[in-house]
């Protein structure tokens, strides 16, 4: 009777970890789509991704670079001043996104060009992402609110 109680338990925790790993893959092949990396321009100029791979993108948007096309389709060229790629946005950009401020998007990088589906700005004159903050301060161009 004791090894049948033995031979049950070890049934069920098989069964468990079956479970446990069908689960955990499951959670994983789910999730793919929903994870974007980010990346600064100079990183995705060192090593271009995939035109199939969505990804996050976070700069400063250079000076003079902004021109609103026909039919809603926005380009401009962000910078991390270690290199700079240019963007293409068909849609409606946040009231606060503007040339010289920090922005993320959202996208893929498809013929030289970051093709955008979301383009997010600052939330306000002091505020910028921890990546684009990274970013910049790896190419030394990033300077704190204060300093001129």
């Known amino acids: 009777m004791k090894?049948?109680?033995?031979?049950?338990?070890?049934?069920?925790?098989?069964?468990?970890?079956?479970?446990?790993?069908?689960?955990?893959?499951?959670?994983g092949y789910a999730m793919r789509d929903g994870i974007n990396f980010f990346r600064a321009p100079s990183q995705i100029m060192s090593e271009p991704p995939a035109p199939t791979e969505v990804f996050r993108i976070g700069g400063l948007?250079?000076?003079?670079?902004l021109v609103r096309g026909q039919g809603g389709i926005?380009?401009?060229?962000?910078?991390?001043?270690?290199a700079s790629v240019p963007v293409s946005y068909a849609g409606v950009l946040p009231d606060l996104f503007d040339e010289?401020?920090?922005?993320?998007?959202?996208g893929k990088y498809?013929?030289?060009?970051?093709?955008?589906?979301?383009?997010?700005?600052?939330?306000?004159?002091?505020?910028?992402?921890?990546?684009?903050?990274d970013a910049l301060k790896e190419q030394g161009v990033y300077q704190e609110a204060g300093d001129s």
């Open 74 to 82: 926005v380009t401009f060229v962000v910078t991390d001043g270690g």
């Open 100 to 106: 010289n401020q920090g922005m993320i998007g959202t």
């Open 3 to 27: 090894s049948l109680k033995k031979q049950r338990r070890i049934q069920v925790i098989a069964v468990a970890v079956v479970a446990l790993v069908l689960a955990t893959g499951l959670i």
């Open 61 to 65: 948007v250079e000076e003079g670079s």
């Open 110 to 133: 498809i013929n030289g060009v970051f093709e955008a589906s979301e383009i997010l700005a600052k939330h306000d004159e002091s505020y910028m992402p921890k990546e684009v903050v």
